[in-house]
T-cell receptor, first 117, second 112 residues
Framework: DTGVSQNPRHKITKRGQNVTFRCDPI?????LYWYRQTLGQGPEFLTY????????KSRLLSDRFSAERPKGSFSTLEIQRTEQGDSAMYLC???????????????FGPGTRLTVT | LAKTTQPISMDSYEGQEVNITCSHN???????ITWYQQFPSQGPRFIIQ???TKVTNEVASLFIPADRKSSTLSLPRVSLSDTAVYYC?????????????FGTGTRLQVTL
């Protein structure tokens, strides 16, 4: 397995358009996370799945953002009616089963860089 | 998630040992201490995680004193390729992941 993959790697869109990103976690990883990162800042947590259930959603995630993880495998993050402030790197991470609940051991993908013009 | 404080930046020469200290005065009993490395335009990479005393892997060592109010990431004999941002995370993932924040990290610059 080559790790977490994300597609596309880059996306340029016009304000008001909808965009969707995909994340394929490491095989058999049951936890999946989405983060957003802007220049010079650390990643900010957006949402988290355990298998197909979305268990946590940050207050940073407005109603324009939605994430899914059908069948507990890949995940998609959709942003509707994009705004210039949505420009950022969107990172996906996954964790294997068997870790202590208190573990923050995560494996990140390369990210999708979104530019909203 | 316990608040953490790290130096904003550090400089080192190639071949030296680098120690990055993270303060986390309000760490809770169940909290783990986790360190990540991030290169430009890449996702963070998990380096090491510990709960108490010392943890060592093929990449780094993590020293945690008895009171657990701080931790030190030790990188032996750094090379130019270790130039990156290093993040310290402290917390317990108990379903309140919305508190999971990386902070601004420590920018390590390694030169010849």
């Amino acid at each position: 397995d080559t790790g977490v993959s994300q597609n596309p790697r880059h996306k340029i869109t016009k304000r008001g358009q909808n965009v969707t990103f995909r994340c394929d976690p490491i095989s058999e990883h049951n936890r999946l996370y989405w983060y957003r990162q802007t220049l010079g800042q650390g990643p900010e947590f957006l949402t988290y799945f355990q298998n197909e259930a979305q268990l946590e959603k940050s207050r940073l995630l407005s109603d324009r953002f939605s994430a899914e993880r059908p069948k507990g495998s890949f995940s998609t993050l959709e942003i509707q009616r994009t705004e210039q402030g949505d420009s950022a790197m969107y990172l996906c991470a996954s964790s294997p089963p068997g870790l202590a609940l208190s573990s923050y051991e995560q494996y990140f993908g390369p990210g999708t860089r979104l530019t909203v013009t | 998630l316990a608040k953490t404080t790290q130096p904003i930046s550090m400089d080192s020469y190639e071949g030296q040992e680098v120690n990055i200290t993270c303060s986390h005065n309000n760490i809770a009993t169940n909290d783990y201490i986790t360190w990540y490395q991030q290169f430009p335009s890449q996702g963070p990479r998990f380096i090491i995680q510990g709960y108490k005393t010392k943890v060592t892997n093929e990449v780094a060592s993590l020293f945690i004193p008895a009171d657990r109010k701080s931790s030190t990431l030790s990188l032996p004999r750094v090379s130019l390729s270790d130039t990156a941002v290093y993040y310290c995370l402290v917390g317990s993932f108990t379903g309140t992941a919305s508190k999971l924040t990386f902070g601004t990290g420590t920018r390590l610059q390694v030169t010849l």
